[in-house]
């Protein structure tokens, strides 16, 4: 089973599974065509978007842990 970080590009995260856009869209951040998703972690997407990338990054996955 794949584990997401914090370190990971967005991009790169949703090459995992297109499950976790979902995720991101109800957490506020809509990342998936932003150009800067090709560049930028999720820490620092999360850092923008005043948000806790810990959170985010556990609901992602236990997403992942569920399929």
């Known amino acids: ?11 790169d995260i949703l090459r995992v599974d297109q499950g976790i856009i979902p995720i991101l869209m109800e957490a506020g951040m809509h990342c998936i065509g932003c150009p800067s998703s090709q560049g930028e972690t999720l820490e620092e997407a999360c850092m923008v978007h005043g948000m806790d990338v810990n959170e985010l990054v556990k609901k992602i996955n236990d997403h992942l842990a569920s399929k």
């Open 1 to 11: 089973m794949a584990q997401i970080t914090k370190e990971m590009i967005i991009a």
